[in-house]
């Protein structure tokens, strides 16, 4: 089981530029649990969640690891509690999978330490769970965009964190292979308590497979809870701008949107 740590945004300010995208936003993760943020395109959601793994420094406001804020923490150390998976990354040119997956065991290297059984297992277990064994000794350049999503994921579980961030760790995939990563995150948060917190676009499987769901609208966050309290008709509404249905899924139990077309209104 992992450790249990604290992660919580208070007052947060992020902007590029001139503007601001997120203004005076307060947050708690759950400990433990699995989070989806939701929201509108160019809501703040990667924003948000970059600046929660350091990547982008606040204008104001904090983010504070067990009491800490984690923009004064020593890199390493950050990264033996707290794995990220950012949007669209790059892999270096040429390197195999079983290369670029190793990578995540860097934050558990010493200056003077060896690569040991202990990285060895923790590799082969990631290339195991996110299905890529046979692709280990490939090139990353040679795999399709789903393909190579799968190994960054690796990449993350590698790393062993307690707390994951992973922004839309569904990108490129097929619906089968959407589920399988989701399946994934859901089995490891259940086996060792992982905290995972992901953004994601697609609302339904935010709704299925999250415990907490936050929607984020105007730079705040407009709702945050279980599934069943915050993806309303009414939330979807003010947070995309959209009308729908929203009723109960008869598989997972989960709250399942249907959104309203104009071509699609029955008289």
């Known amino acids: 089981m992992t450790e249990q740590h ?37 809501c703040g959601k990667s924003t948000l969640l970059r600046s929660m793994s350091r990547l982008l420094t606040p204008r104001g406001g904090s983010v504070l690891l067990d009491g800490k804020q984690i ?14 998976l950012p949007q669209s990354p ?20 010493g200056i003077f330490s060896r690569w040991s059984t202990d990285d060895d297992a923790a590799v082969a277990a990631a290339l195991e769970a996110t299905g890529i064994l046979d692709l280990a000794e490939r090139s990353v350049d040679e795999l399709s965009g789903g393909q190579r999503q799968r190994v960054w994921i690796a990449m993350a ?8 961030l992973l922004d839309e760790p569904t990108t490129f995939l097929d619906v089968n292979h959407q589920v399988e990563v989701l399946d994934l995150l859901t089995d490891l948060n259940r086996a060792r308590g992982t905290t ?14 999250a ?10 966050v407009h709702a945050a809870g279980p599934a069943a309290e915050v993806l309303t008709e009414d ?26 077309g104009k071509h699609h209104v029955q008289a």
């Open 211 to 220: 415990d907490n769901l936050v929607a984020i609208a105007d730079g705040a």
């Open 235 to 260: 939330c979807v509404r003010a947070v995309f701008g959209l009308d729908s249905r929203v009723i109960v899924d008869p598989t997972s139990g989960a709250p399942l949107m249907l959104p309203i």
């Open 71 to 84: 923009h004064k923490m020593p890199p390493k150390q950050l990264a033996q509690t707290l794995g990220l």
């Open 157 to 164: 579980l590698a790393q062993q964190t307690d707390l994951l």
């Open 196 to 209: 995972v917190v992901m953004v994601l676009h697609d609302l339904n499987l935010a709704a299925r497979y």
């Open 6 to 42: 604290t992660l919580v945004v208070e007052r947060l300010v992020l902007g590029y530029g001139d503007r601001v995208v997120i203004d005076g936003l307060d947050l708690v993760i759950p400990t433990g649990r699995i989070t989806a943020i939701v929201g509108a395109n160019a």
């Open 90 to 109: 790059i892999a270096p040119e040429g390197i195999t999978v079983s290369d670029l997956v190793g990578r995540g065991r860097h934050p558990h290297q």
